[in-house]
Every structure is written in C-alpha cells, then in structure tokens.
C-alpha cells in the first residue's frame, strides 16, 4: 500500500492480535501434523511464537523477506535470509509438512516467495487482503485492500480523537 490515497486505519491491540493468533493456532490444530514452522519477519514473528506454544512446535525457522518501509509498501520484496537447509529438506524439499506464518498477507509478492521455495506447505496468516487471499491456505480476519493495519509492535499508546472530529 502506498502512502497517496485513502487508507482504512485498522488498530490491533495486543490482547486483540493474541486472540487473532490463537484462534489461527485453533484452526490449524486440524491441518497438520506440521514438522517445522517457518515465520516471515518480522511480522510473522509474534503469531510464530503463540502458534507454536498451542501447537508444541519445536522446529522454528525464519525467512526474512524486506517488504515495507515504516509507512508503506515497497515495490518488490526483498529476500534477505532463505530458510535453512536443515528445514527446506523436509517433507523432500517440497515443503509438506512445513507450516509458513505471516501477519499478514497483503498483495500476495511475498507469498509467491514462498510457493517458490516450498511449494507445498501449509501458509497461514492472521489477517488476508483480498490480493493476497488465494495465496494462504488458512487465515482469521480479511481486511478490504486499502486498510493499514496498526500492529501493536508498531504503536504506543496515545489519545486518539473522535470520529467526528476527523479521526478515521
């Protein structure tokens, strides 16, 4: 999402995003067995960590793929570490048997990272925009395409002014 044009804020507190990722963890309890978790940092990072806790996931890798700057999207994702060799044999270098946590899944670029590394495991996200939607297997929340999520990692807390007084 760029910077110009209108955006849907959308805050997540952090009793808000740990609901949403336990309620990912719950429907992805039937979706294993899963061998090895992969997050996408950083945002993957958190629901990594409550997904992995519910499910009793051990094996914990990182792809770390640059995607946005603090205020918007950049134009291609950049690839900055790949997934171990360790953790891209399994499942035969396929990926069965790996599960892909993201926080969010928004045009989809990053997701087709993925489907070209692993091409056959499992991705989950919390929150879907409709761009990147057939790209996971599994998420919680769909937020329209031109909303901003508000991490909680990436807020303080501050007085927000009412709706009628031009706060979105």
Known sequence: MSDEG???PFPVSWDQFHRDARALAWRLSG???FEAMIAVTRGGLVPAAVIARE???RVIDTLCVSSYSHTSQVSEPTVLKGISDAVSRLGGGTGKGLLVVEDLVDTGKT???VRDLV???HIAAVY???????????????????TWIFFPWD???SYLP???DGAA
């Open 55 to 57: 499910l009793g996931i």
């Open 162 to 164: 009412p709706i009628k």
């Open 111 to 113: 997701a087709r990272i």
């Open 155 to 157: 807020t303080g807390l």
């Open 31 to 33: 979706a294993g067995p």
């Open 6 to 8: 209108a955006r849907k």
């Open 128 to 146: 879907a925009k409709p761009m990147g939607k057939p790209l996971v297997d599994t998420f919680i929340t769909e937020v329209s395409q031109d």
């Open 119 to 121: 091409p056959q495991a």
